[in-house]
């Protein structure tokens, strides 16, 4: 018999028996609707991550930092980021673009609104990438010296603005306390009204002779020297201010790594705040003294004692992010891969989406039972129809064949209509779960997905199973005895 024969007798025999039929078919629809619909969840979740990083160009993208004092050798001692090695950086075959974190903290004046946040340096052809394209309302700078800059969403909302369009335009003052040098170098000049002469004249000069004397005096004039000198430098700060413009509005929703301030400007925009000193955060001091840049210019051009604590490089889609990390590896950097990142998270939605699926598959094994024992009562039915079929030619793999075919056919409905009903399972959830994000002020995503790789193993895992559930009854209808089952009717 052919595979057209055997399928035309299964679907004569199911439909003699319509109730069981439908009985066991539904078993199997239910069961593989629980499989689709929890699967989708683990792979709705996955492809909705999928979309941000190819939206935020994160696959493409790296960040460089410097090795940690642990993780040095020999041959690979830490080496602190400047210039120089963003220059070595871009001549890495496959880096389109390779740009600094440089960012700084700010006072911002909004109108009647007073607060601190930090601001970023970018240059436009970083803001050209993916990874700093979305944008609420108004439009990106143009070039390195607009007086425009990029504010973030979240930053308008806690301020109090909600209509992102009505800002663009709208003035934004930012302030930036910086220490300088010149305050440091005045305090040891006059401090509390106490001057170096007046220091001088304490000393006994007659006294200076005595060895125990001198060293008492010059540790005692050294220590309120750095002493003055720091206090000056860290207390008597300076303000840079300046008025810029609101040129646009980003929507927040760095994914990993990718670490982006509440205010971006013009690299160029941003010297305005940086050549005055030293951000007044402690922490920026004591960078400058660690890396010795303090008594540096702080006009960031040309200085190539200027040190960054990351770097962000955009390579070319065409290249393996592998053959970019290798290269940056081998100049002695750690690096952070977003697409390395993103393996990782697949490897999770894998195990996520196997223990989803088993849940599934212990339904289908339940159906598989109501399957075999469909098969197996329709044996006992059948027993003349197996007879005669055996006395007009049929061998035992043709029998074997029938039955198995015909759980096959149970299988195939089974499994078409569970992904159906189990596709309009998630898309009720998928509502429900929307309009719930919709009333707490969350961007409604869609958390199920049917994708066409779920679509065939639900098939495959559907008929699979329902063939082994007919494996049994198949060989044992094969073994039925022609002559007896004739004689019998």
């Not at 720091?230 to 207390?235: C, D, L």
């Amino acid at each position: 018999m052919t595979l057209r024969d055997l399928a035309v007798i299964s679907a004569g025999n199911l439909w003699r028996m319509k109730l069981r039929a439908v009985l066991t078919i539904s078993g199997v629809v239910i069961a593989i609707a629980a499989f689709v619909s929890m699967v989708s969840f683990g792979a709705g979740n996955q492809q909705y991550i999928e979309e941000q990083f190819n939206k935020l160009g994160l696959f493409t993208t790296m960040q460089v930092y410097p090795k940690r004092e642990k993780e040095a050798t020999d041959s690979l001692p830490v080496v602190k980021i400047d210039r120089g090695v963003l220059s070595r950086l871009s001549a890495i075959p496959g880096v389109n673009l390779v740009y600094p974190y440089d960012a700084f903290s700010v006072t911002v004046d909004m109108g009647d609104t007073s607060f601190k946040t930090k601001a970023q340096a970018l240059p436009v052809s970083a803001i050209r990438t993916r990874l700093f394209s979305q944008l609420a309302a108004g439009s990106a700078f143009g070039d390195d010296s607009s007086g425009t800059v990029i504010v973030s969403d979240d930053m308008l909302r806690d301020a109090g603005f909600t209509n992102f369009d009505s800002v663009i335009g709208k003035p934004i003052t930012l302030s930036v306390s910086v220490s300088v040098i010149d305050s440091g170098l005045a305090h040891i000049l006059v401090d509390n009204d106490e001057t170096v002469l007046d220091r001088l004249k304490k000393i006994k000069f007659d006294s200076l002779r005595n060895r125990e004397y001198r060293s008492r005096v010059i540790r005692g004039e050294v220590s309120e020297v750095v002493r003055r000198f720091v206090s000056g430098f860290v207390n008597a700060q300076s303000t840079v201010r300046d008025t810029l413009t609101i040129g646009a509005v980003r929507q927040t929703g760095g994914v990993g790594g990718s670490r982006i301030e509440d205010i971006i400007m013009p690299v160029r925009t941003a010297l305005r705040f940086k050549s005055g000193g030293l951000g007044g955060s402690p922490t920026d001091i004591f960078a400058a003294m660690s890396t010795g840049t303090l008594f540096e210019s702080g006009d960031g051009e040309g200085g190539g004692t200027e040190t960054f604590s990351r770097v962000t490089l955009d390579f070319d889609p065409k290249v393996p992010y592998t053959v970019i990390k290798d290269s940056v590896e081998a100049l002695g950097f750690r690096t952070f891969s977003f697409a390395e990142e993103f393996e990782q998270i697949q490897q999770v939605f894998l195990y996520l989406n196997m223990a989803l699926g088993l849940i599934g598959l212990i339904a289908l094994s339940t159906a598989s039972l109501g399957i075999a024992n469909t098969m197996i009562m329709s044996i006992n039915e059948r027993k003349r129809e197996i007879g005669v079929l055996k006395s007009l030619g049929a061998d035992d793999s043709d029998i074997r064949r029938l039955f198995l075919v015909e759980s096959g056919v149970i299988g195939t409905l089974g499994s078409m209509g569970g992904i159906a009903f189990g596709w309009g399972i998630t898309r009720v959830a998928s509502a429900i779960a929307q309009s719930f994000m919709e009333d707490k002020g969350v961007p409604p995503i869609d958390l199920f997905a049917l994708p066409l790789w779920l679509v065939l193993i639900s098939l495959a895992v559907g008929i699979g199973v329902s063939v082994a559930a007919g494996l049994y009854p198949a060989a044992r209808a094969a073994r039925v005895d022609p002559v007896a089952a004739l004689r019998n009717e």
